[in-house]
Nanobody, 123 residues
Framework: VQLQASGGGLVQAGGSLRLSCAAS????????VGWFRQAPGKEREFVAA????????YYSDSVKGRCTVSRDNAKNTAYLQMNSLKPEDTAVYYC?????????????????WGQGTLVTVSS
């Protein structure tokens, strides 16, 4: 499966963005999707994940309550809605997918990765 993340941009603190992860190739509806981010000079970190059906989701403590992960399997797309953005949310955001997974928070659990989309939150 090929993944393409989009929707990043420059936003003021307190604002919102919705990231999209469009998939092509194999049956997207069979894949769990995870969102990760990497800020400059920092290691990649887990943000959120959603199961293939959308019935299970999982969030990092840093975004819980501010972000919602969802998917539309008919459109082969997953989403990450981010609200109340903070400057520390500034990072390149990546989506990833894996077939044999419910939800996962480790990068090594995911086989397929998209290119990142940059989110910049100004104070």
């Amino acid at each position: 499966v090929q993944l393409q993340a989009s929707g990043g941009g420059l936003v003021q603190a307190g604002g919102s963005l919705r990231l999209s992860c469009a998939a092509s190739g194999r049956t997207f509806s069979s894949y769990a999707v995870g969102w990760f981010r990497q800020a400059p000079g920092k290691e990649r970190e887990f943000v959120a994940a959603i199961s293939w059906s959308g019935g299970n989701s999982y969030y990092s403590d840093s975004v819980k309550g501010r972000c919602t992960v969802s998917r539309d399997n008919a459109k082969n797309t997953a989403y990450l809605q981010m609200n109340s953005l903070k400057p520390e949310d500034t990072a390149v955001y990546y989506c990833a997918a894996d077939f044999a997974l419910v939800v996962g928070s480790r990068g090594d659990e995911y086989v397929y990765w998209g290119q990142g989309t940059l989110v910049t939150v100004s104070s």
